[in-house]
């Protein structure tokens, strides 16, 4: 019969465990596998019925068993031991607070950084991540909390998140949403002074006030601060903002940004004057969906006085822009008249939505090919005066990229640095490997230590015996998630039986895991099915692959990718050799990493921006196998992994046919015979040297404290010392802005004149000969410390351009001319010449303003 009504029944915390809630509340938990295990503890099959999710777990657990855990003088030693680690770690000082004096110039260091992102992966039971940005997110905030670093995250509380995804009996991807219930979520809402929950408002056009409630999660030390537009005053067009993440059409993305930036923004600094929390003197847009934040801030300096351009210069001081993305596509541009309309400007050009913002100024901060797309890159770039890629050769693309925004400048002058992502430690090892870092190195934090040479002590037998267990513990849960896979898909259990025997826990296994986009080629390995065929088959030296991967919902040649790669694994023959695993989450791929024995990366280089899965395989014990892109292209060591060579030819289908002929080789004749290659008592000699000169020589560079670290020398720390600059003086914005205003109605008279050479014979000089550069500068009414004049010295290519320039700074003599003098100690043709440049305190690099006059 059918209940005329449900009830939910849930069990209340008794007095003498309610630190269980302090403890479940803080997402440290997460990466500190003593509190998982003490939830796992007080009732384990509570525990893995919610997914490992505390909080959802507590009040399910029957009231039996807590009054009996709240006796159990054991369980609450361990209890009081956590909630002790936990208070000791969030009030102690740590490395920021140790070294900001010297990292930071004391008062330069930053007071608080607020860190801007659409997503963030910190845990599944928080899934408001898709994948590569979100992960990087979550564990910028945990290495940031590890680090002591003063920041405050902002994202969205989106009410279904991500997609779920299953595959139907073709092998083609469906989408399926789960609603997320803030209830069973480790949020709290951001409760005001009057006791009711933290709002903040944005004003769309029309008139329609959307309002948006505040809730936080706190992350270690870090809170992130989740903006949500599904509250009961909002119509149901605004309650959709925040619905579905990277969902809907281009208007939808409009407004969640605007959320997001403008949202965001006034959420901080609400939050900081609620808490007494620092207000943020560094806003880091990690990517261009926030660019609006810029915005905002513009427009609240410009309601205090002052003008747009003073605003601006204030505002791109202590602002830090990351762009993620190595290809055009993969960069929001939003039509500028749509953007005209959220504007929305009143009678005298100024908006509705930012006061005081004057529309057509912000606009032309983002416009491109001829005003009619708005970049969201394009404002990154023009709201914060530094900005980064997130590895080297990212950060050389980007230059290449963006060249067009700083005119008269070579690529490599274009001031966009690179930070390499890294990986949070604690998150991504597995406790197997954990120990025997622990037995290495000692029970400390790993990540603070640069050298890792300890490691190299592991011997064959530990790591062998870890590498099994962590293979074994991959076959056992593929197994489980391919049978679920394919009831899901409409088959019957009965025919299933198969499942319970694919893959072997001895074989060599190679795991691939992507966001499935036609760049990454998830499918280059189905090159040669045949030949793919024998090296999965090889009765003597069996492989096989582990994949996994989303495609965005309206990516319609990376589904036909992944379909195509599904139907080869659905295959009889191979089925047991290569699986494909739906719904890539972090939980999953916390075990495809761990037992991964290669982690297989092919983009189609330099597309690849860093990724990241592939550091996760090595602090593991995993090997890389990868095309040079991202990350891998800076660390690359043929003693530690194996580099897939990038074919130099034009056309694509042929590049592909090569590079994956390289694969096959690679993997034939290098990979599968180290790791077959075993003793009489079959330990792994060669492997095992692999992987410890992996572990020694690439984990330490790749983990995220190491990039947080970078983050606050090279970028937070420049930023708070010039936001402070116009904070400690008023007429910093005034002073700058007229000194550009008077530079460039000047610099059309600025010129490089009556270039000398002396101490050259014949267009020669001997090897280490001194030489005298001296030129006249026309300086065009600016005065001597308005310009920077410099050498440029260099070898010449094929075009006559000078490449790899050295830069040697002039000084202006008693005779009015600029001069150096410099020693050529390389032999060779060297090209040179002599430019100016504009110079002030407030600039951040050469190229800043794009003017430049050249001999």
Same mark, same amino acid.
């Given at each position: 019969?059918?209940?005329?009504?449900?009830?939910?029944?849930?069990?209340?915390?008794?007095?003498?465990?309610?630190?269980?809630?302090?403890?479940?509340?803080?997402?440290?938990?997460?990466?500190?596998?003593?509190?998982?295990?003490?939830?796992?503890?007080?009732?384990?099959?509570?525990?893995?019925?919610?997914?490992?999710?505390?909080?959802?777990?507590?009040?399910?657990?029957?009231?039996?068993?807590?009054?009996?855990?709240?006796?159990?003088?054991?369980?609450?030693?361990?209890?009081?031991?956590?909630?002790?680690?936990?208070?000791?770690?969030?009030?102690?000082?740590?490395?920021?607070?140790?070294?900001?004096?010297?990292?930071?110039?004391?008062?330069?260091?930053?007071?608080?950084?607020?860190?801007?992102?659409?997503?963030?992966?910190?845990?599944?039971?928080?899934?408001?991540?898709?994948?590569?940005?979100?992960?990087?997110?979550?564990?910028?905030?945990?290495?940031?909390?590890?680090?002591?670093?003063?920041?405050?995250?902002?994202?969205?509380?989106?009410?279904?998140?991500?997609?779920?995804?299953?595959?139907?009996?073709?092998?083609?991807?469906?989408?399926?949403?789960?609603?997320?219930?803030?209830?069973?979520?480790?949020?709290?809402?951001?409760?005001?002074?009057?006791?009711?929950?933290?709002?903040?408002?944005?004003?769309?056009?029309?008139?329609?006030?959307?309002?948006?409630?505040?809730?936080?999660?706190?992350?270690?030390?870090?809170?992130?601060?989740?903006?949500?537009?599904?509250?009961?005053?909002?119509?149901?067009?605004?309650?959709?903002?925040?619905?579905?993440?990277?969902?809907?059409?281009?208007?939808?993305?409009?407004?969640?940004?605007?959320?997001?930036?403008?949202?965001?923004?006034?959420?901080?600094?609400?939050?900081?004057?609620?808490?007494?929390?620092?207000?943020?003197?560094?806003?880091?847009?990690?990517?261009?969906?926030?660019?609006?934040?810029?915005?905002?801030?513009?427009?609240?300096?410009?309601?205090?006085?002052?003008?747009?351009?003073?605003?601006?210069?204030?505002?791109?001081?202590?602002?830090?822009?990351?762009?993620?993305?190595?290809?055009?596509?993969?960069?929001?541009?939003?039509?500028?008249?749509?953007?005209?309309?959220?504007?929305?400007?009143?009678?005298?050009?100024?908006?509705?939505?930012?006061?005081?913002?004057?529309?057509?100024?912000?606009?032309?901060?983002?416009?491109?090919?001829?005003?009619?797309?708005?970049?969201?890159?394009?404002? !990154?770039? /023009?709201?914060?005066? $530094?900005?980064?890629? =997130?590895?080297?050769?990212?950060?050389? %693309?980007? &230059? #290449?990229?963006?060249?067009?925004?700083?005119?008269?400048?070579?690529?490599?002058?274009?001031?966009?640095?690179?930070?390499?992502?890294?990986?949070?430690?604690?998150?991504?090892?597995?406790?197997?490997?954990?120990?025997?870092?622990?037995?290495?190195?000692?029970?400390?934090?790993?990540?603070?230590?640069?050298?890792?040479?300890?490691?190299?002590?592991?011997?064959?037998?530990?790591?062998? !015996?870890? /590498?099994?267990?962590? $293979?074994?513990?991959? =076959?056992?849960?593929?197994?489980?998630? %391919?049978? &679920? #896979?394919?009831?899901?898909?409409?088959?019957?259990?009965?025919?299933?039986?198969?499942?319970?025997?694919?893959?072997?826990?001895?074989?060599?296994?190679?795991?691939?895991?992507?966001?499935?986009?036609?760049?990454?080629?998830?499918?280059?390995?189905?090159?040669?099915?045949?030949?793919?065929?024998?090296?999965?088959?090889?009765?003597?030296?069996?492989?096989?692959?582990?994949?996994?991967?989303?495609?965005?919902?309206?990516? $319609?040649?990376?589904?036909?990718?992944?379909?195509?790669?599904?139907?080869?694994?659905?295959?009889?023959?191979?089925?047991?050799?290569?699986?494909?695993?739906?719904?890539?989450?972090?939980?999953?791929?916390?075990?495809?990493?761990?037992?991964?024995?290669?982690?297989?990366?092919?983009?189609?280089?330099?597309?690849?921006?860093?990724?990241?899965?592939?550091?996760?395989?090595?602090?593991?014990?995993?090997?890389?196998?990868?095309?040079?892109?991202?990350?891998?292209?800076?660390?690359?060591?043929?003693?530690?992994?194996?580099?897939?060579?990038?074919?130099?030819?034009?056309?694509?289908?042929?590049?592909?046919?090569?590079?994956?002929?390289?694969?096959?080789?690679?993997?034939?004749?290098?990979?599968?015979?180290?790791?077959?290659?075993?003793?009489?008592?079959?330990?792994?000699?060669?492997?095992?040297?692999?992987?410890?000169?992996?572990?020694?020589?690439?984990?330490?560079?790749?983990?995220?404290?190491?990039?947080?670290?970078?983050?606050?020398?090279?970028?937070?720390?420049?930023?708070?010392?010039?936001?402070?600059?116009?904070?400690?003086?008023?007429?910093?914005?005034?002073?700058?802005?007229?000194?550009?205003?008077?530079?460039?109605?000047?610099?059309?008279?600025?010129?490089?004149?009556?270039?000398?050479?002396?101490?050259?014979?014949?267009?020669?000089?001997?090897?280490?000969?001194?030489?005298?550069?001296?030129?006249?500068?026309?300086?065009?009414?600016?005065?001597?410390?308005?310009?920077?004049?410099?050498?440029?010295?260099?070898?010449?290519?094929?075009?006559?351009?000078?490449?790899?320039?050295?830069?040697?700074?002039?000084?202006?003599?008693?005779?009015?001319?600029?001069?150096?003098?410099?020693?050529?100690?390389?032999?060779?043709?060297?090209?040179?010449?002599?430019?100016?440049?504009?110079?002030?305190?407030?600039?951040?690099?050469?190229?800043?303003?794009?003017?430049?006059?050249?001999?």
């Amino acid at each position: 019969m059918k209940p005329i009504s449900t009830i939910t029944v849930s069990s209340d915390l008794p007095a003498a465990l309610s630190p269980l809630r302090e403890l479940a509340m803080n997402l440290r938990w997460t990466w500190r596998r003593q509190t998982a295990d003490l939830f796992r503890t007080l009732d384990p099959a509570a525990f893995a019925a919610s997914d490992g999710n505390p909080i959802a777990m507590l009040p399910t657990v029957p009231a039996s068993r807590l009054a009996e855990a709240a006796r159990d003088e054991s369980f609450l030693s361990r209890m009081r031991g956590e909630i002790g680690d936990l208070r000791t770690y969030l009030d102690s000082g740590r490395w920021f607070q140790r070294t900001a004096g010297s990292t930071g110039g004391g008062a330069g260091a930053p007071t608080s950084v607020a860190y801007f992102s659409m997503e963030f992966g910190i845990t599944p039971t928080l899934p408001i991540y898709s994948g590569g940005l979100g992960i990087l997110a979550g564990d910028h905030l945990k290495s940031a909390s590890d680090l002591g670093v003063p920041l405050t995250a902002i994202g969205l509380l989106y009410q279904w998140g991500y997609f779920s995804q299953s595959l139907d009996r073709e092998g083609w991807q469906q989408e399926e949403y789960k609603l997320n219930d803030p209830a069973s979520l480790p949020v709290q809402e951001v409760r005001g002074e009057d006791g009711e929950q933290l709002t903040v408002s944005v004003t769309l056009p029309g008139g329609r006030e959307v309002a948006i409630a505040v809730w936080v999660a706190q992350v270690g030390r870090v809170p992130l601060l989740l903006l949500d537009t599904n509250v009961a005053s909002n119509d149901e067009d605004l309650r959709a903002i925040t619905d579905r993440l990277y969902g809907g059409d281009h208007e939808h993305r409009i407004v969640q940004e605007i959320v997001l930036g403008i949202g965001g923004v006034r959420a901080v600094e609400a939050y900081s004057r609620l808490t007494g929390a620092p207000a943020p003197t560094v806003f880091h847009l990690n990517e261009g969906h926030a660019g609006f934040s810029g915005l905002e801030r513009v427009g609240t300096l410009m309601q205090g006085g002052a003008s747009f351009a003073e605003a601006h210069a204030e505002v791109r001081a202590g602002t830090v822009f990351t762009t993620h993305t190595p290809v055009p596509a993969g960069i929001d541009r939003f039509d500028t008249d749509e953007l005209r309309r959220y504007l929305d400007a009143d009678e005298s050009g100024l908006s509705r939505l930012i006061p005081a913002l004057p529309v057509e100024a912000a606009l032309a901060l983002g416009t491109e090919e001829g005003g009619e797309v708005f970049n969201m890159a394009h404002l !990154g770039f /023009r709201i914060a005066q $530094r900005a980064n890629g =997130v590895a080297k050769l990212h950060g050389a %693309v980007s &230059r #290449a990229m963006f060249q067009e925004l700083y005119p008269g400048f070579d690529v490599p002058e274009v001031p966009i640095t690179s930070v390499t992502n890294g990986v949070h430690r604690r998150t991504w090892t597995s406790p197997v490997m954990d120990d025997l870092y622990k037995k290495a190195l000692g029970d400390v934090d790993v990540s603070a230590l640069s050298d890792w040479s300890a490691l190299a002590a592991l011997t064959d037998h530990e790591l062998t !015996g870890a /590498r099994d267990r962590l $293979r074994s513990d991959l =076959v056992d849960m593929a197994r489980k998630h %391919v049978k &679920r #896979a394919w009831l899901r898909r409409g088959a019957d259990e009965a025919e299933l039986g198969w499942t319970e025997h694919i893959l072997d826990p001895q074989a060599l296994t190679i795991g691939f895991a992507r966001r499935v986009s036609t760049y990454k080629r998830l499918t280059l390995m189905l090159s040669d099915p045949e030949r793919l065929r024998r090296i999965l088959l090889d009765p003597e030296r069996p492989v096989q692959f582990v994949i996994a991967g989303k495609s965005h919902p309206a990516d $319609r040649p990376g589904k036909e990718f992944l379909q195509q790669l599904v139907r080869f694994a659905d295959e009889a023959g191979v089925r047991h050799r290569i699986v494909f695993l739906p719904d890539y989450d972090i939980r999953m791929a916390s075990v495809l990493i761990a037992g991964a024995d290669v982690w297989l990366n092919n983009p189609i280089r330099p597309e690849e921006a860093s990724g990241t899965s592939g550091m996760k395989a090595v602090l593991n014990g995993g090997l890389t196998f990868s095309v040079s892109d991202g990350w891998w292209d800076e660390m690359k060591d043929d003693e530690a992994g194996w580099t897939i060579p990038t074919a130099q030819v034009a056309d694509q289908h042929e590049r592909d046919r090569l590079e994956a002929n390289a694969l096959y080789e690679i993997l034939e004749n290098r990979i599968v015979p180290l790791f077959h290659e075993r003793d009489e008592r079959g330990l792994q000699h060669g492997w095992m040297e692999t992987v410890r000169t992996s572990l020694v020589r690439i984990a330490p560079q790749i983990t995220a404290a190491r990039m947080v670290r970078d983050y606050v020398t090279d970028l937070y720390t420049p930023a708070a010392r010039a936001a402070a600059r116009f904070a400690q003086d008023p007429s910093t914005a005034s002073s700058f802005t007229a000194w550009k205003e008077r530079v460039g109605a000047a610099w059309s008279q600025v010129a490089v004149q009556d270039v000398r050479l002396e101490g050259v014979e014949g267009g020669r000089v001997a090897t280490g000969g001194e030489v005298r550069l001296s030129a006249e500068v026309q300086r065009g009414g600016l005065e001597e410390q308005d310009l920077l004049v410099e050498a440029v010295l260099g070898p010449v290519d094929e075009k006559g351009e000078i490449i790899g320039g050295q830069l040697i700074p002039l000084r202006r003599g008693e005779d009015g001319r600029w001069a150096a003098r410099f020693a050529l100690t390389v032999p060779g043709e060297i090209g040179c010449t002599v430019r100016a440049t504009p110079q002030h305190p407030v600039l951040a690099s050469r190229a800043e303003l794009g003017l430049v006059a050249t001999a």
